[in-house]
């Protein structure tokens, strides 16, 4: 049975090229948000096998959208995804219970490599 994933990024160009990377690879987005509070929100309605959240956004970051959803649900599966130079918020993530991190910009083997170690 195909994986449902969330994506959760500010730029719905990042977005749009990890669904594309997931879809080929025979995983189904059940749902895409821009900020944390929406990932939280979407979390709780589609309740995905896994969620692809990016660090650094507007209204609620990535890592108190991590910190949420583990309250909610402890055995989330959450993979972050950063920028280079973002090693301190890794850890952080990491800590709060994120299983993986993907560096940006993406390499597709990479992506889902750490998809497949955290969900198949």
């Known amino acids: 049975m195909a994986k449902n994933i969330l994506i959760c990024d500010d730029a719905a160009f990042m977005r749009m090229m990890i ?12 749902a895409e948000a821009e900020n944390g509070a929406k990932a939280v929100e979407k979390y709780q309605e589609t309740k995905p096998d896994l ?20 309250s909610m649900d402890p055995n989330a599966s959450v993979i972050m995804c950063s920028a280079m130079g973002q090693q301190a918020m890794v850890i952080e993530s990491i800590q709060s219970g994120a299983r993986d991190f993907i560096v940006k910009p993406f390499q597709p083997d990479r992506v889902i490599e750490a998809v497949k170690k955290v969900v198949d």
């Open 51 to 70: 969620v692809l959240m990016d660090i650094t956004m507007p209204e609620m970051d990535g890592i108190q959208a991590l910190k949420k959803i583990k």
């Open 19 to 30: 669904k594309d990377i997931l879809t080929k690879n025979g995983y189904n987005v059940v």
